[in-house]
Nanobody, 116 residues
Framework: QVQLVESGGGLVQAGGSLRLSCAASGRASFSTYTMAWYRQAPGKQRDYVGVIDTIGGTHFADAVQGRFTISRDTVKNTMYLQMNNLNPDDTGIYYC?????????WGQGTQVTVSS
């Protein structure tokens, strides 16, 4: 069983920054697994934000490319999403996920609100 807990969301003004965390538990190490961030704006579908692979390579959606970065701390089993130059379109609930033993696990999400 895997548990993911997101944190770090909040209210920020446009142009500001936030760092989200996704803490994974239930296994000794998740460093050999790809983890991803998604977000869901009110009334919209859940959209891909970015991913970090097992060797630290990252990929991002066009909408956040150049503003967001992803990193992971393998000792803490935690993935981070650094979000810079935020704009109101970045508002939503941010979720992390991990595919483990053919099961896709999700956290409960953390709310990010960007005011104009």
């Amino acid at each position: 069983q895997v548990q993911l807990v997101e944190s770090g969301g909040g209210l920020v003004q446009a142009g500001g920054s936030l760092r989200l965390s996704c803490a994974a538990s239930g296994r000794a190490s998740f460093s050999t697994y790809t983890m991803a961030w998604y977000r869901q704006a009110p009334g919209k579908q859940r959209d891909y934000v970015g991913v970090i692979d097992t060797i630290g390579g990252t990929h991002f959606a066009d909408a956040v490319q150049g503003r967001f970065t992803i990193s992971r701390d393998t000792v803490k089993n935690t993935m981070y999403l650094q979000m810079n130059n935020l704009n109101p379109d970045d508002t939503g609930i941010y979720y992390c996920n991990i595919a483990f033993n053919s099961v896709l696990y999700w956290g409960q999400g953390t709310q990010v609100t960007v005011s104009s």
